[in-house]
Structures are given as structure tokens and as C-alpha cells.
């Protein structure tokens, strides 16, 4: 062995691969399946940090709290990720889930109609709204004007369908149940359990089919048992407090389902494969205009969704629902949790993620007596981080300047 090739090997370098080869394989990692390993980490050091300063933020009883206080959120982001998958975004979230949380309060408490059917009623406008929006974003408008300008609109019909007290109380009825109701532990986790193992059947399943092999990869395996033992765990905790909010387990179930369509079925590749490049999936025959509108569809009822379990948390809607800070907390959600504000990345987990940590922010600056302005300072600073990441790890350097 010569000098030279003594030295690299002691170096660890290999000869035969380029030397960006490590960054690009990190940078591959950190946009795929490891995505979400950052946001673990710092939400673990959020939790370490408010544990620390106060005992009583990893208690049963706030951990509770904070899940019920995130799922408003997380809903509306789960909505966020799908547009921003497809390389498009939504400004309109929060005021269509006011919009349509709103027709549901009306239809329930002043028209007498059950709950149930203005559950649905409400959906569907949510539904047919985005896909209205995203009519326009495929025929040409950037989805940021459609949905600025759908927002301003949005916000108008929300004071039309108010009644001249513009606002509807929906407590004593069974639309207040829906933040109200809790289900039993044992029930909560048996679901959790059963949910899970149906989860893991139809990855396999999935995975069998579209490789034509019965033999299971070792990374699928880890990846659903991880998630599977996370979600059950989490189930098992937050029923310790006479039993599961209804809330949580509708955001649980929502996010196992969307995780397979997203990851398991054609759907969910096309999705990454329009937002990764447009133009390639249009040549390569994907009906991009439609995976598009599906997209914008889930939102609309994500958005709705989230809007009703936030009009039963405060027991009514009125002509500030969807205002504040609510999309802005939905998007940065969205990204602070791992997807990509360039399209083709992240995951449906990073809603759960992103509501997680800024929500944590929130909870232990409450928690803490702290101003608000420190919440706004922390939240705005992790959201600048999170894209400022984002854009190193798409362009592959840290610096724009420098080969």
C-alpha cells in the first residue's frame, strides 16, 4: 500500500466517491425520512427547558391541556401540508373554517337540524370552497392572491351568515360536545391499538403489492412500530385524566389515515412528484391539476374541521372566529414540523410536530407568567429558523456565494 492511499485510509475518505458525496447524502437525509429528527429534538429541548422552570409542565394534567389547546391548530396545519406538498399555499384556512364552522352553529342551534347533518353541511361547504380556490390557482392565479383574496371574502360572508347578533352560542347543545366529549382509557387505547395494527396491515399490504415481495424492509418495520408505540403511548397518557378528549383521538385518527394515503397509495406519490417538479409530472403523464384540487379539497375540510372543534372549545362562534393568530400559527405549524415551503416534502406528522412546539411555547410561556410578547418573539423566531433550514438543506451550502 502506498503512502497516498495509506493516508486515505486512515482519513476514513474513500477514493472512489466525489467529495460532496456526505453532504448530498445528508442533505438527501434531511429531506426524507430523517426530516423529522431536528423538530424531535428541539421540541424534546423546549420540553426540558419549561420542565425545568416550572415541574408542573409534563404533568398528566397539562400535557392534556396542551394537546386540546394544539388541535385546532394541527388540524388546520394536516390542511396547510397537503397544499404545501403540491407546491402551493393557503392564506384562506382559518376564515373558511370560521365560515363553516359558523353555517353548522346555525343550522344546529337556530334551524334545530341534528348535529350530525350540519357536521356534514359544514364539511362540505369547506369542500367546495377550497375547490373553488383551487380552480383558480390551476387556471393561472398563484395561489397566494387566490387565497388572499378568498380570505378577505371569507371573512365578509362570515358577517353575513351571523344573525344580527353576530354570534351563535352553541353551549347545552350536542355541538358542544365535540370539544366536551372524552373517551373512556381502556376504550381510547384499545382503538389506539386496533387503529395501529390496521395502520401497519395496510402499509404492509401496500408495500407487498407495489414490489410484489412478502418479505418486509427492516425501515418499514421500525418506521410504523415507532409511530405505533408513539401514538399508543401518547393515547395511554392523556387518558389518565378521566379518559381521552374526543378532539385528540379525531386528530389521531385523521393523522393515521392521511399518513397511509400520503405514503402507501398513488395519491400520495403523485402529490410529492408535482410539488418536486411540475413541469417533469405533466410530462411524465400525472394529472397534476387534479392532485391539486384534491389537495386544496383536503384542506377545506381540515379547515372546516378545525373550525368547529374550536367553536365547541369556546362554546360559539362569532364575528372574530378565525381571526387572530390562527393561520399563521397553522402555517408555521406546518413548517416549523418539516414540509417544505418549495413543495415535494414533509410529511403529514409535521403538523402534529409544528402544532407541538409552538404550542409547547405557548403552554409553558402561560405556564410561566411570562408576557405574550415573549411567546410572539419565540414562535416567530423558530418559524424564521425552520425556513432559514429549510433553504440551506434545499440549495445543498450554507452560503448562496460559495461553489
Known sequence: MNVQSHGLASSGADPDKPPGEFKSRLADALTGRYRSLPVIASLAVIWLFFQSQNSAFLTVGNLTNLSLQIVTTALLALGVVFVLIVGEIDLSG????????????????????PFWLALIIGLAFGVVIALVEALIVV???????????????????????????????????TYAELAGAKIPAVVAVTLAVVGCIAFALLKWRSWSRNTGRRSTPIGLVVGTLAISVLVIGATYILSAARGLPLPVAILIGILLVASYFTTQTRFGSHMYAVGGNREAAARAGLPVSRIVLYSFMVLGACAVLAGMVDASRVLGVSASSGKGSLMLNA?????????????????????????????????????????????????????????????????????????
Do not use: H, Y
Open 94 to 113: 382559518a376564515a373558511l373554517g370560521a365560515v363553516g364552522a359558523t353555517i353548522a352553529a346555525v343550522i344546529t342551534v337556530i334551524v334545530g337540524w
Open 139 to 173: 387556471f393561472g392565479v398563484p395561489s397566494l392572491i387566490t387565497t388572499l383574496g378568498g380570505m378577505v371574502i371569507l371573512e365578509g360572508a362570515l358577517l353575513v351568515v351571523l344573525p344580527e347578533a353576530f354570534q351563535v352560542n352553541v353551549g347545552g347543545t
Open 331 to 403: 402555517i408555521a405549524a406546518a413548517i416549523v414540523g418539516g414540509a417544505s415551503l418549495f413543495g415535494g416534502r414533509g410529511t403529514v406528522w409535521a403538523a402534529l410536530l409544528g402544532a407541538l412546539v409552538i404550542g409547547s411555547i405557548t403552554n409553558g410561556v402561560q405556564l410561566l407568567g411570562l408576557s405574550t410578547e415573549i411567546q410572539l418573539f419565540a414562535t416567530g423566531g423558530v418559524l424564521i429558523l425552520a425556513v432559514a433550514i429549510d433553504v440551506v438543506v434545499t440549495r445543498g451550502k450554507l452560503f448562496p456565494w460559495r461553489n
